[in-house]
């Protein structure tokens, strides 16, 4: 989209642009906050525009209105310094698989809402999808809960969540009896938008510490972690970039949260506080995203583009100068 945007404009581009290609936004963008640093004359702008969101559905356009935070971690739970024969010791020395599990047990509670003491609990408004289409969206299997309490949007878009992404022990198939010494597994939180990731951090580490059975050795190791954002709903530029996608797709634009996390967003406006984000997207429910088979419509990636050049257009009106990143 943004390059189609400068081949359409070419001579007739109405704002200064520069081009940033962040490639870290999967794992937190953890060097992107020294890039800033060092090349902020080149980088400062009034307004970043990203599209790394999602729309409402195929063909209805939105604009983001906030992110969720981020913290990934690997917690590692050790019993002991070598496999032990699960006949022999069974029932009195602890296997670290089972430790684990207890743990990943405590961090939801029945109803599925993050259990971790502490955390930040968000609230907005918005229109999320119905239960339904998140149900067909998902693949989420007939019988399968929806989990939490709240409303959906504050379980999408406004509350912490907690998902075991990942676990590493011994196969089942072809395990040797044996009480395994080790054991870990890969940990997402979502934060609210206004959460701390490092303080979320102290809530985990204590979490784990109250809840890791038998005496067990734990560790968390931090993978990835990111700031949440939430816009400011009367910025003119988030009017504007509604009304170029109404204008392009031919439908209202709706305004919605997202409860994925864009830590370059958070990253840049610290950096520059002056600026203004716009968040828009060309993925849908059905784009099937972090999917082998993953996908988006050609006529929302058409109906984004036009939007896109309207929105910069527009801005060279109102502003001196625009850099798209």
Same mark, same amino acid.
């Given at each position: 989209?943004?390059? #189609?945007?400068? %081949?359409?404009?070419?001579?007739?581009?109405?704002?200064?642009?520069?081009?940033?290609? &962040?490639?870290?936004?999967?794992?937190?963008?953890?060097?992107?906050?020294?890039?800033?640093?060092?090349?902020?004359?080149?980088?400062?702008?009034?307004?970043?525009?990203?599209?790394?969101?999602?729309?409402?559905?195929?063909?209805?356009?939105?604009?983001?209105?906030?992110?969720?935070?981020?913290?990934?971690?690997?917690?590692?739970?050790?019993?002991?310094?070598? !496999?032990?024969?699960?006949?022999?010791?069974?029932?009195?020395?602890?296997?670290?698989?089972?430790?684990?599990?207890?743990?990943?047990?405590?961090?939801?509670?029945?109803?599925?809402?993050?259990?971790?003491?502490?955390?930040?609990?968000?609230?907005?408004?918005?229109?999320?999808?119905?239960?339904?289409?998140?149900?067909?969206?998902?693949?989420?299997?007939?019988?399968?809960?929806?989990?939490?309490?709240?409303?959906?949007?504050?379980?999408?878009?406004?509350?912490?969540?907690?998902?075991?992404?990942?676990?590493?022990?011994? &196969?089942?198939?072809?395990? !040797?009896?044996?009480?395994?010494?080790? !054991?870990?597994?890969?940990?997402?939180?979502?934060?609210?938008?206004? &959460?701390?990731?490092?303080?979320?951090?102290?809530?985990?580490?204590?979490?784990?510490?109250?809840?890791?059975?038998?005496?067990?050795?734990?560790?968390?190791?931090?993978?990835?972690?990111?700031?949440?954002? %939430?816009?400011?709903?009367?910025?003119?530029?988030?009017?504007?970039?509604?009304?170029?996608?109404?204008?392009?797709?031919? %439908?209202?634009?709706?305004?919605?949260?997202?409860?994925?996390?864009?830590?370059?967003?958070?990253?840049?406006?610290?950096?520059?506080?002056?600026? #203004?984000?716009?968040?828009? +997207?060309?993925?849908?429910?059905?784009?099937?995203?972090?999917? +082998?088979? &993953?996908?988006?419509?050609?006529?929302?990636?058409? !109906?984004?583009? %036009? +939007?896109?050049?309207?929105?910069?257009?527009?801005?060279?009106?109102?502003?001196?100068?625009?850099?798209?990143?």
């Amino acid at each position: 989209m943004h390059l #189609e945007t400068l %081949r359409q404009l070419r001579s007739d581009l109405p704002v200064s642009v520069t081009v940033l290609i &962040e490639g870290e936004e999967e794992i937190g963008s953890p060097t992107l906050p020294a890039l800033l640093a060092e090349y902020a004359g080149r980088l400062e702008a009034d307004v970043v525009i990203a599209l790394d969101s999602l729309n409402a559905d195929v063909g209805s356009p939105s604009v983001t209105t906030s992110l969720r935070g981020l913290l990934n971690v690997i917690l590692t739970v050790r019993t002991s310094d070598r !496999a032990a024969h699960s006949g022999v010791f069974g029932g009195v020395v602890p296997d670290a698989v089972g430790a684990l599990v207890q743990v990943l047990a405590s961090l939801a509670d029945s109803d599925g809402d993050a259990a971790i003491a502490g955390l930040s609990h968000g609230t907005g408004a918005g229109a999320p999808p119905s239960v339904d289409s998140l149900r067909a969206a998902s693949g989420l299997l007939d019988g399968v809960a929806v989990l939490g309490t709240g409303s959906l949007a504050e379980r999408l878009w406004y509350r912490p969540a907690v998902t075991v992404t990942g676990i590493g022990a011994p &196969e089942p198939h072809g395990a !040797a009896n044996a009480l395994a010494p080790t !054991a870990n597994a890969s940990i997402s939180l979502r934060l609210a938008p206004e &959460e701390d990731p490092r303080r979320a951090l102290e809530l985990l580490l204590a979490h784990v510490e109250a809840h890791v059975p038998w005496g067990s050795h734990a560790t968390v190791d931090v993978v990835s972690m990111g700031r949440g954002w %939430r816009a400011d709903a009367d910025a003119a530029t988030m009017r504007a970039a509604s009304a170029s996608l109404a204008r392009a797709f031919g %439908r209202p634009a709706a305004e919605i949260g997202v409860g994925g996390g864009i830590p370059f967003i958070a990253s840049y406006l610290e950096a520059f506080p002056g600026a #203004e984000a716009v968040i828009t +997207a060309i993925q849908d429910p059905q784009s099937r995203a972090h999917a +082998a088979d &993953e996908s988006v419509s050609i006529d929302a990636l058409f !109906a984004a583009t %036009r +939007a896109q050049i309207d929105l910069v257009r527009t801005l060279g009106r109102a502003h001196s100068s625009i850099r798209t990143g």
